[in-house]
């Protein structure tokens, strides 16, 4: 039986589409980077999940009746009640989006030599941790490394890991243990609330804060409610905030399970930890009641905390993406399984198997998807996870995966199939795409500028 959108569409907007000679010009132009791609060069763009969202009637009433004031305006107050409704806390900090609740909480948390252990940093959270002298080091499930493997919670800490480290450095350079919820860089993948548990207690028992990396809390809730034992039966906001329960603090860019194209912010329990945190988010994010925002920003996150975390809309999330996995399943088009929440992640590798990851296939993959049909992903494999040894020789990543991640509430199922078709039409000819060249990359992020040319 066929269900459909939680929602009707009351605006549309022209999407449109240059040739394939057009789009290969660009693209060469561009050093062979979709991000230096303008949005109106895109036909279907999947590049990221962040800040794409379609805001909703309610959303925008809540932004156009917000006051707007450099402090104490009334939508400040609302997201302090969504905030506490859905995620049990009583102490945040708004920022103007997840990397700068990176920003502040690593600067007052790390020092030089620190280790940061995660599931699996994402690319800002781990350019963080280094930028301010740390070492990000991921510890997740030896599964999560085959991408053919079905795993309910794929995105899981091991546990085992972790005890070995917390053995070996232990509370003098772990000033907190983070995971990330659903885990990005593995494909989407969920948590159990088994996992995030036991990695609470491990942390409490060494005295260290534990952090949850809280982008796609909803999704995760989701999976938990449909994949674990006990938690069927319960409501997506009661999950959430079992979720919550167990960890000191959370990070949280609002362009993903907030519904909106603007904000973050980091939540506290420790009363010293949030007046430190607050001081310097004064100094480079804004007031507290606004924090790097227009105050109407925050009204909007409000609204979408509630509709984010409605069953009905999860639903029909998770199902886009599963509808996209099944059909690129049924080409033939390796996938990493199980699909997650937000993004179906195509495995370069076995699509292109006769690419050497230092030839970056996930890129090539990338690159040659939009130049056929004006589809942007995003690769996220050896440029922009992997590393390079002192003489500057590439170190692959332990994967190479284009994501195509699926804006909330913007494409139909027809756009998908259209993606399906296309990448489908593509892996046919699969033995026609040629590795990459990289020819400039920065240290810190750098697939974000990074460029290429055609080996």
């Not at 070492?135 to 490394?145: F, H, S």
């Not at 890991?161 to 003098?172: A, H, I, T, V």
Request: overall charge negative; charged content about 25%.
């Amino acid at each position: 039986m066929t269900t459909p959108e939680p929602f009707k569409i009351k605006m549309v907007e022209h999407l449109n589409i240059l040739s394939r000679a057009e789009r290969k010009r660009i693209l060469e132009e561009r050093g062979y980077n979709v991000f230096k791609l303008k949005a109106d060069e895109v036909y279907i763009d999947l590049l990221t999940d962040s800040g794409t969202s379609a805001m909703s009637d309610e959303q925008w009433g809540a932004m156009l009746t917000a006051q707007q004031s450099y402090a104490g305006g009334d939508s400040y107050y609302l997201l302090e009640k969504a905030v506490s409704d859905i995620f049990g806390f009583t102490k945040f900090i708004t920022v103007h989006q997840g990397r700068a609740a990176e920003n502040v909480l690593f600067s007052v948390m790390l020092s030089d030599g620190d280790i940061v252990p995660n599931n699996m940093h994402f690319d800002t959270t781990k350019a963080n941790v280094k930028h301010k002298g740390g070492t990000p080091l991921d510890l997740v499930i030896d599964d999560a490394y085959d991408p053919g493997t079905h795993v309910d919670f794929k995105g899981n800490m091991d546990l085992e890991k972790l005890q070995r480290l917390l053995d070996e450095e232990g509370r003098d350079r772990i000033p907190l243990i983070m995971l990330t919820v659903t885990n990005n860089t593995a494909g989407g993948q969920p948590v159990s609330m088994e996992n995030i548990k036991a990695v609470s207690s491990m942390a409490s028992e060494h005295g260290i804060p534990f952090f949850l990396d809280a982008c796609r809390f909803a999704e995760n809730a989701y999976f938990i409610k449909t994949r674990e034992k006990g938690y069927s039966d319960k409501d997506i906001r009661e999950i959430i905030r079992e979720m919550l329960s167990y960890a000191d603090g959370f990070t949280f860019s609002a362009k993903k399970d907030g519904l909106t194209n603007s904000g973050g912010m980091i939540g506290v329990k420790d009363d010293e930890l949030f007046n430190r945190c607050i001081d310097l988010a004064i100094i480079i994010e804004g007031f507290p009641t606004y924090g790097g925002l227009a105050c109407r920003d925050l009204a909007a996150i409000a609204k979408g905390l509630y509709e984010s975390t409605k069953l009905e809309y999860l639903e029909y999330r998770a199902g886009q993406v599963k509808y996209l996995a099944d059909l690129l399943k049924e080409g033939g088009v390796p996938i990493v399984e199980p699909p997650g929440g937000h993004a179906v992640f195509v495995d370069a590798r076995r699509f292109l198997p006769d690419i050497p990851p230092v030839q970056f296939p996930a890129q090539a993959l990338t690159a040659q998807l939009y130049i056929e049909s004006g589809i942007r992903g995003v690769e996220l494999g050896t440029c922009a996870f992997g590393e390079t040894d002192g003489e500057g020789n590439i170190i692959p990543a332990p994967f190479d995966n284009m994501r195509l991640a699926i804006p909330r509430r913007v494409y139909t199922l027809n756009h998908l199939k259209y993606v399906a078709e296309q990448l489908i039409s593509l892996y046919d000819k699969r033995d026609e795409i040629r590795g990459m060249e990289r020819t400039y990359s920065p240290e810190l992020l750098g697939h974000f500028m990074s460029e290429f040319r055609p080996i």
